[in-house]
C-alpha cells in the first residue's frame, strides 16, 4: 500500500512533468502539484504498522489510524513511529514539488500571489490524502500530525506557539481531542500575528483548522457529553464495537 503510493506519487510527477512541457501555464502548473503530493500523504502508517503486529487499528480503540489510537493500542514505540511518519508527510510532499520545479525549469512568475502557492497548493494535497486516504475508502486520521510537520516546515514561530498552546491544554486536561481542537482553533490567529498580508496561507490555515474541528465532531459530542477517554500508558484493545465508538 505504501509503495503503490509512492509509485502513484512518482507517476503523478511523471504526468505533471508531460503536462507541464505541453502546457507552460502557472495555473496547470499549480493544479499538478496536488496530486503528488495526495498519495504521498495518503500512505496510511498507523494502518500499515497495525497490520504489522497483526491487527486492524480500525477495529481497536477510537478505530482511527492516527498516531493517538496507535500509541493506546500497541503502545508508545509504534506510537510515535506512525506519529513521526505522520509529521514528515507534508515536508516530504512540499520537497517532492519543489525537486519537479527544479528539475523541470518551470518557466513561470515565482512571485505574488501565484508564488505563495508553491508551497501551501502541496501542504492541503498531504492533510487531504492522510484525512481522506483512497487505500482505506477515504476513511484516513485527522490531519493534526501532518498538519504540523507542514506549519513547521512553512511557518516556524506559529508552529510553536501553537505547539505551547496544545501541551498546556493536554497537560492540564489530559485529553488529546481537546489539545488538539484548541490548537487549532489558534493556529489562524497565531499567524496572523507574525503574516498579516498572507492572505492565501491564511486562508488555507482557516480551511485546515475548519477540517481538524469537524473531524473531531465525535469527540466532541463526547467531551460534551462527558465520555471521552482521556490520555493514559495502558494499553487499550477494546474494539470499536465494543466501545460503541466510532
Known sequence: MGCASLWLAACSLQLAAYIVCKMNDWFWIMGVYLVPAYFVGSIPYGYILGRLKGIDIRQHG????GATNVWRVLGKTWGIMTLFLDFIKAP????????????????WPPYGWQAALVPLIPFLGA???????????????????????????????????VLVVWLLVFGVSRYVSLASIVAAVVLPIATF???????????LLCFLATMAVW?????VERL???????WTKKKDVTTVEQRGES
Do not use: C
Open 224 to 230: 460534551v457529553h462527558g465520555t471521552e477517554h482521556k
Open 193 to 203: 500575528m507574525f503574516y498579516p498580508d498572507e492572505s492565501l496561507l491564511l486562508g
Open 215 to 219: 473531524r473531531h465532531r465525535t469527540n
Open 127 to 161: 492533510v487531504l490524502g492522510h484525512n481522506y486516504p483512497i487505500w482505506l475508502k477515504f476513511k484516513g486520521g485527522k490531519g493534526i500530525a501532518t498538519s504540523a510537520g507542514g506549519l513547521l516546515w512553512l511557518i516556524q514561530i506559529p508552529f510553536l506557539m
Open 92 to 107: 516530504l510532499a512540499m520537497t517532492l514539488v519543489f525537486r519537479l520545479d527544479g528539475l523541470l525549469e518551470l518557466d
Open 62 to 65: 477510537s478505530g482511527n489510524i
